[in-house]
């Protein structure tokens, strides 16, 4: 295990009490016992209060636009094989504004971690509903309640082939710590949602909330997360009883593979010899 | 008298227009002629009309022109459309089990299955071939290397499709020849060194691969899609990752992350998916991650008309993105700068960490000319990425007089690297501290000083000291030098001046080419000038009169010369 205060960073500028203080300390932790040093892993974000997470960790950090973070991150796949990519990502960030690119890292399946710091609000912009809001919460643009349902991501992940699909709980550090690992060790697209409570301007879905409806998954009978059957039924759990652990695991060939020429390694370390009489013989 | 011949082939889409085109051109360059085709297709995969012309000539070409002294109908809506384009010693070409109603008033040629491969289920290949064949006879050309290219062609297909083709375009080739001696380019020599057919986007992905590219990516739109393609049938050769992106925003970002993490990237679309690529061109430019992005015009707004032509978009690649940043824009006139550019661009986007845009449009990505490898010197090697360490001090943004920071890459050392879309510290954390805004705002512009410094390669032809000059851009170069060199010819001099390095704007060399200049004609394919505003924001310059064209088709000498005479 590497010391902890390798991965310190600036200060955060999150609110006292934020979901994601927590989050951060059980990624440093999982790092740690991973022994990801700080130069071999890089951290991909968009825009949101969970975007600035990599800037709060020592690490390579690319934060880019809202909702491209996924694409980034592909690219980055594609350009260095050896990096170990995590996407740090907002359940509005994600799932609106990014939507289309979630579809095609299923499709892809690169390998890298996807976390999405769902507080089911819009944090960053002061409190509009986002896909994930439950139906019926008020906001200030919502005042007479969200109209329509929320989105069942964890569902059109395993309905997807996701390869690996979990859900962790900042408020359950120590669990959130095994779930982190296991997402970063799994070779292929990791989905790991956690859920985030915003202390600012979710005031449905608070700690308590979630901790009187949350239960380890891996600890019930009948627990199969490679039956697609029954991680699409836990996957869309949500009310009474939210599952938190891994939901679904599906071995895949990853996107990786598709492209031979990666074997050759990083392509910053290519030697190119392409002399222009040869590239010019198709055209005789 | 030089020999100048317009074929122009015509039918709906699907029936065989290409079939014709490429044998056909590919036959008279290695013959030793000079070819140049242009297509002219509409947003369809089956039906509609579509033609390509096919120029030749015992001398070079640099662009189309009007008319048609051979024409191929396979259809009658060819003959009804391109009949009176038929120059007085020109011949009609048709398909009679097509063409209902036999060409009048002009020569013709009928073909059709049962004539040319009588008791064969040849087909269209008996028509295709058999009219490859009868142009030859007419031009008398020996058919022989034509043969031979459609046995390379279609030696996949089975020794029976071989042995149609070949009896076909035998037979027509005898039927061409029993017309008698219209037109002849049996006196062309074959050349020193031999010759080939290119287009400009396929000249471009040369120069791209040449200048290292090793990562594009893309969301297909015409176009663009011509320049993916070239990539990645070279792809598996020369080892390139491609990949296509799930749209053009993704395009955008994919090819920034595979920059950041080391990869030397290029990117494209056409106007309707760069609207959707802008903010990422502010993430490029934010963020210092050098990336080539090619912008492949056609006339819009909004979808416009898919598969015409246009030079519409410079206003727009100026300007996209929020608030001021550093960009090199570059548009190639010809399938030789295209190589060049392909390479410059890679180059200055990774010497100065910053978005370049490489302008290109349908006419420049279609068109196909006659080149040697003379006009493909070979480029420098590129530069290898940084690499080793600086150790664990290291600032992405460190400030430098230049504004350029020296680049790491993610994962090969022990530097840990920060990049951010927001405004941020040389360590690349987001701030809010505006002195630091001001610094680091400064720190990109200053790469302006730098990019400057890169542009200012002027073509220019015809007489420098003419009082007529023509200043244009892109893919009308080559119309306007050969109007310029007709206008000589017909004793009134003049002088062309062509931009293909368009931002920053090299001000001082344009100012100086102009100097004589008495009076000023602007030529571009847009409807309101948009070289002419930044000639004059640059310059002080303003043109005295423009021939502007936006109706989907590329200049032509023709169209150019009417224009100065004001009819256009």
Known sequence: ??????????????????????????FKKALAELEIRPENILVISGIGQSSKFPHYLRCNTFNGIHGRALPVATGARLANPNLKVVVTAGDGDQYGEGGNHLLAAFRRNPDLTLVIHNNQIYALTKGQASPTTDQGTKTLMQPAGVPYPPLHALALAVAQDCSWVGRGFAGDGEHLTGLYKQAMEHRGFALLEV???????????????????????????GYD?????????????????????????????????????????PLGTWRLDRPVAELLKDFY | ???????????????????????????????????QVSQSYESRIRGGHLFNVIRVSDQPLLCPREGADILVALNQETVTLHQPEVSAAGIVIFDESQVKEAPSGVKSLALSPDTVLPETQAGDIAVNAGACGAILGLLQVPVDGLVALLEETFGGKGAEVVAWNREAARHGFEMGKAQ????????????????????????????????????????????????????SLRAGRWQVVVEQAEDEIAAINMAIGASFAGARVMTGTAGGGFCLMTEGVGLAAMSETPVVVVVSQRPGPSTGLPTRTSQGDLGFVLHAGQDDFPRAVLAPGTPAQGYLVGAKALRLAEQYQTPVFILTDQYFADAQFTLTAQDFPALKAPQELPQGATGD???????????????????????????????HTPDGHLTEDLAVRIKMHDKRLAKLKGLSREMGNLTTAGD??????????????????EAAARLGQNGTPAWLVHVSELWPFPGE????????????????????????????????????????????????????????????
């Not at chain 2, 011949?5 to 490429?22: D, P, Y």
């Not at chain 2, 037109?183 to 000249?203: C, D, M, N, Q, T």
């Not at chain 2, 290291?394 to 022990?414: K, N």
């Not at chain 2, 344009?510 to 070289?531: F, P």
Request: with cysteine; net charge neutral; aromatic share 8%.
């Open chain 2, 393 to 423: 001090k290291y600032l992405r943004y460190a400030p430098s007089e230049d504004g350029v920071s020296a680049r790491r890459l993610p994962g090969e050392g022990m530097e840990i690297v920060v990049a951010d879309s927001d405004e």
């Open chain 2, 1 to 35: 008298m030089a020999t100048d011949l317009n074929i122009l082939i015509g039918g709906a889409a699907g029936q065989g227009v290409h079939a014709i085109t490429g044998p056909l051109a590919k036959a008279l360059v290695r013959h030793g002629c000079h070819v």
């Open chain 2, 180 to 231: 008698g001696k219209s037109f002849s380019l049996a006196g062309v020599a074959k050349p020193p060194e031999p010759r080939l057919l290119i287009s400009g986007h396929e000249a471009l992905a040369l120069g791209a691969l040449a200048g290292g590219l090793t990562f594009i990516c893309g969301y297909p739109m015409t176009p663009w899609t011509s320049l993916l393609n070239a990539v």
């Open chain 2, 464 to 481: 420098p000291a003419a009082p007529l000059a023509i200043i244009t851009w892109g893919s009308s170069y080559g119309p306007a030098a």
């Open chain 2, 509 to 568: 060399a344009v100012t100086q080419a102009l100097q004589g200049t008495k009076k000023l004609i602007l030529l571009e394919a847009n409807a309101t000038g948009q070289l002419g505003r930044l000639l004059r924001q640059e310059t002080g310059l303003k043109a005295d009169q423009s021939i502007l064209r936006y109706d989907g088709l590329p200049f032509t000498p023709e169209y150019i010369l009417r224009g100065l005479k004001g009819e256009a």
């Open chain 1, 225 to 265: 997360p490679e039956n697609e059957l029954w991680a699409y039924q836990k996957a869309k759990e949500w009310g009474e009883r939210i599952p938190l652990g891994v939901i679904f695991k599906k071995p895949r060939p990853i996107m990786e593979e598709a492209f031979p020429a990666m074997a050759k390694g």
């Open chain 1, 195 to 221: 859920l985030q409570p915003c202390v600012t301007f979710n005031r449905v879905n608070t700690f308590k909330w979630y901790q009187s409806r949350v239960y380890r998954v891996e600890e019930e009978p």
């Open chain 1, 1 to 26: 295990m590497l010391p902890l205060d390798l991965y310190n960073s600036i200060e955060p500028a999150w609110c006292p009490g934020c979901g994601n203080f927590p989050m951060l300390k059980a």
